[in-house]
């Protein structure tokens, strides 16, 4: 008799050491995807389908009306134009700036490592009117770029300058130097270690980077209001043209102007994505 508890035993304990299958979520971790789940749906999934959703209230010609119209559809050749340019300068800009923060000490790093994050913390419309007092019409410098397209830029660029160079900062730091160092010994130029070495590892974070940078730009709007002047056709973008559609009772037309946004951020994403992967993986 015990023997055979033993054996019967065996079996069920067995059963319930067993560890789970591959792929398989334990009790705990299905309940966390499950809240998780509920609360981005709540917070982004809904609110995005319901943007997309009022979009289409007014029909497909309504919407193809919308965006061709010639004041919108210039506030959105500017703005995507700009956020481009300014996310090309901040993959530049920013990995540079990240590379002399990690492998150089110099006098006043660390001041300079707060003032990277400034934008971060400082109120949009802060921002907006600290460019209008250097860079406008009565600026102490003398530089007066308010009301023209630069403005848009120079504002982009401040809002947006610290993605790149806090998603890059944090890999740069844990990339072993030895690795090229061996390289350089073996006859490697700077450049080429940077290219077939560095440059794979911190593809991804500057890819990140990259993406977040463009979204904020895409989608800014208190830096670059009081500097830009809102002029239609010229400096107008196309947060400040949703905000006209609302105010003048139009919702699906700034629904119709906000999804198309949406759809041009997710294009970019995507793309920056695939060439992020392409370089880590040719190297």
């Known amino acids: ?38 609360w981005f749906s709540l917070i982004v999934l809904i ?30 050749k500017l703005t995507v134009v700009q956020s481009l340019l300014v996310t090309l300068v901040n993959i530049v800009m920013g ?5 002399v923060l990690v492998r150089d000490h110099f006098f006043g790093k660390r001041a300079v490592e707060v003032v990277i994050d400034i934008p971060f913390a400082l109120p949009t419309i802060v921002a907006g009117l600290v460019l209008l007092a250097l860079y406008g019409p009565r600026s102490p410098i003398g530089v007066n ?23 890059v900062q944090p890999v740069l730091e844990q990339l072993d130097e030895e690795v090229e160092e061996a390289a350089m010994s073996l006859g490697a130029s700077r450049f080429t270690t940077f290219r077939r070495v560095v440059l794979p590892s911190l593809a991804p974070a500057i890819g990140a980077g990259a993406a977040l940078s463009f979204a904020r ?33 139009n919702t699906a037309a700034a629904a119709a102007v906000a999804s198309t946004l949406l759809l041009i951020s997710l294009i970019v994403i995507v793309l920056v994505d695939v060439i992020q992967r392409r370089i880590a993986r040719s190297d």
């Open 1 to 38: 008799m015990t023997a055979i508890s033993l054996e019967e035993r065996t079996p069920s304990s067995g059963r319930r050491r067993r560890a789970p299958r591959a792929g398989a979520l334990t009790l705990g971790s299905g309940l966390g995807l499950g809240v998780g789940m509920i």
């Open 47 to 76: 609110p995005l389908s319901a943007v997309v959703v009022k979009a289409q209230s007014g029909g497909w010609d309504g919407y193809w009306h919308t965006i061709t119209n010639a004041q919108t559809w210039a506030a959105i």
């Open 95 to 99: 990995t540079l700036i990240a590379w």
């Open 145 to 167: 770029i308010a009301n023209t397209q630069k403005a848009v830029f120079l504002a982009l660029a401040f809002v947006t300058v610290p993605f790149v160079v806090r998603t």
């Open 217 to 249: 730009a895409i989608s800014e709007y208190g830096s670059l209001v009081l500097l830009s002047g809102n002029l239609a056709m010229r400096t107008e973008v196309t947060s400040v043209r949703i905000l006209s559609y609302v105010e003048n009772g």
